[in-house]
């Protein structure tokens, strides 16, 4: 069941101007978002499904599972996508000490930016709390570490097993517009809706001339 909405609320967008909800723009541009990898097979699968498109898109990894699939890892940089921080042990917010949450995410970042060859440390180091939820505390203290915040506009309940394929590709294709951040994972769980709604996500938007890009 989906309890969260699948396009979120203008009012919660407004009652969190802080965090990054959706890119302001005119432009034909969607931001695919995929969290919870780098996980094999399907983190592989999606990296293959978006290249013929040219597409770009921004993968909120865990650090247990970049430790345990540095290859996938690489990949991802290597097609040139952005990668975000979403905790090491995909932890949630409101069960941690704000201390412990804040150290998970530094050693994350400290993983991730150790991938890096030539790592700048004044990239911009982007968020993505696990469950999209976290205390006030922990967002402000990570704002304060220079980490973005980004949310989204879309969930397309890919991980949600009683969501059907078709309702998955719904959740993206009937709200979508520009400027959109959607979220999708590259998990197992997710890994029915996903396949199934990604490739006609891709050319659904491709035929309307929409070009996808990384935060
Ligand atoms: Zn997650």
Known sequence: MQIIPAKTPGFVKTLFPNFVWNIATDNKELYLTFDDGPTP???DWVLQTLKPYKAKATFFCIGNNIEKHPEIFKNIIAEGHTIGNHTYNHL???KHKTKNYIKDTERNQALINSKFANHDSSIETIFRPPYGKFKTKQSKKLQELGYKIVLWD??????DKSVSEET????????????????FHDSVKASRNLKYALPKVLEYYHEKGYVFKAL
Request: charged residues 20%; glycine residues 8%.
């Open 41 to 43: 097979e399907i983190t």
């Open 168 to 183: 998955c590709l719904k959740n993206v294709t009937s709200t979508a517009k520009e400027g959109s951040i959607i979220v």
């Open 154 to 159: 879309i969930l397309s309940y890919d991980w």
């Open 92 to 94: 949630k917010g409101w």
